[in-house]
């Protein structure tokens, strides 16, 4: 009886010690990714204020390295969530800002690609399925923006190189952007899950041999 209760503890105490483990983990994650956020944003308003674009994207990656110096905040207080959220969506926000409003190129613009940043942010901070949540909304914003400069609503030096196939190719890439990463991150994970199996059993036979020794 004091066998199995010692064995019941012990097992509590180590499934503790990975929950705390995982906890500090993702902390670890997310607090390096907002150093690397807050890095970059500086970077980009220094690089906006000297080649002279004016407030039309200094505004918006200022409000990006706000929102990432807020969430760094609630991070060192101990709080995950405001971080989560705030990094794939501040992104998102900023990046279809640029490049739907001028001096923005529309679906020709380059910073159309650092939409699948904000898919790799999403899979990082909010999982799978925050990923390809965050994979839906960019679909409906290359949608929009699409609709938008066929219909004479956004204009931009590009608006008439804008087809009726262009918002359903982008989207078609970023699908397969979602889907990439997930098969990535699956072979990851069987990959880590096999090395365990394969520890467990040299740990397993490291304790045969040495029953048998000791026998």
């Known amino acids: 009886m004091t066998q199995s209760l010692n064995n019941n503890g012990e097992i509590m105490r180590a499934a503790q010690f990975s929950n705390s483990g995982e906890g500090n983990s993702s902390a670890k994650l997310i607090k390096n990714l907002l150093i690397i956020s807050i890095i970059a944003d500086v970077a980009a308003l220094a690089a906006s204020a000297f080649a002279g674009f004016g407030w039309a994207y200094i505004i918006p990656i200022g409000s ?49 690609l650092a939409y699948a940043v904000v898919i790799r942010l999403a899979s990082l901070t ?14 409906l914003a290359v949608m929009g923006i699409g609709f938008a400069e066929i219909r004479g609503i956004i204009v931009s030096p590009t608006s008439s190189l804008t087809l009726p196939i262009s918002p359903v190719a982008i989207s078609i890439v970023v699908l397969a952007i979602a889907f990439i990463q997930r098969a990535l991150i699956n072979l990851l994970s069987e990959s880590g899950e096999r090395a365990q199996i394969s520890e467990k059993e040299v740990i397993e036979r490291n304790q045969k041999l040495q029953e048998f020794s000791s026998n």
């Open 126 to 139: 909010l999982g799978q399925r925050g990923a390809f949540a965050f994979t839906f909304l960019i679909i």
């Open 64 to 112: 990006l390295l706000l929102l990432a110096v807020v969430s760094y905040v609630f991070l060192t207080r101990g709080n995950l969530i405001p971080a989560q959220v705030i990094l794939p969506s501040s992104l998102f926000v900023v990046i279809t800002y640029i490049i739907a409003f001028p001096p923005g190129y529309g679906l020709h613009d380059i910073n159309l």
